[in-house]
């Protein structure tokens, strides 16, 4: 298992492309992302890491998202969505 990919502090516009590289630099294995220091979390990089999601589900690998910051869990939330929808429990 690789060590966790720890997410920036503020995953804003110019967060997005940066983001999405190093996910997709570990497609095809179990994947755990560290949100704990995420202070903004906007809706552009909310959509990489809904995307990301997808394909771990698609893939039948494990996704998930740990710690997370109280912003994060917030931000989340305010649009509308569950921390787990954003996870994959891996073997499809």
Do not use: K, Y
Request: with cysteine.
């Amino acid at each position: 298992m690789t060590a966790p990919l720890s997410l920036a502090p503020r995953l804003d516009l110019p967060a997005a492309s940066p983001l999405s590289e190093a996910i997709r630099a570990r497609m095809g294995q179990a994947l755990d992302l560290d949100a704990g220091n995420v202070a903004h979390l906007g809706g552009l990089c909310l959509q990489v890491l809904l995307a990301a999601a997808a394909s771990w589900r698609a893939a039948g690998q494990p996704l998930r998202i740990t710690p997370r910051s109280q912003a994060f869990e917030d931000a989340v939330a305010m649009f509308g969505l569950a921390p787990s929808q954003l996870e994959s429990e891996g073997g499809a």
